[in-house]
């Protein structure tokens, strides 16, 4: 696992794996972390830094790697490096993983227990739909 820039390689994944790319852009405050194999990305996630929280997005496996427990080695170096990075907690919006999430102790949360800074992201703001399940885990004693 490695920190990655956003580049046309990581658009790919993501356009792959049906997730929203319109609002990324290379200044933007999303730090990503992937895995290569062979100069081949495998696998991506992205934390958005909001303040004291961060925006956990962009958790994109390619199909032809999925089932090998990446994505579950993605999401915990997220949150090693947000930890480190000393943010509170990871907050998520998805409509397909809310049950790989809860596994990994991510909590079911109504939208009106978002922080600001969390509301204020497009992803929270429009990107993702109404319907999308919001999730949280609070990131050790900071």
């Given amino acids: 696992m490695e920190q990655v820039a956003y580049s046309q390689e990581v658009i790919d994944l993501l356009v792959a794996c ?32 909001c303040g004291d929280f961060g925006l956990l997005r962009s958790l994109a496996i ?21 930890a480190r990075s000393h943010l509170k907690a990871l907050y998520l919006l998805t409509t397909t993983a809310d049950g790989f999430f809860e596994r990994l102790g991510y909590e079911v949360l109504d939208r009106s227990d978002a922080p600001k800074a969390i509301t204020q992201t497009p992803q929270f703001a429009g990107l993702c739909p109404a319907s999308a399940v919001f999730m949280g885990k609070a990131l050790g004693a900071n």
Avoid: C, M, T
Avoid at 26 to 33: E, G, H, L, M, Q
């Fill in 62 to 82: 390619s199909a032809a790697h999925r089932s090998n427990r990446l994505g579950q080695k993605l999401v915990a170096f997220s949150e090693e490096w947000a």
């Fill in 18 to 49: 049906d997730l929203p790319v319109s609002d990324l852009r290379d200044d933007s405050d999303v730090y990503f972390f992937g895995f290569h194999h062979e100069s081949e990305l495998w696998g991506v996630i992205g934390v958005e830094v």
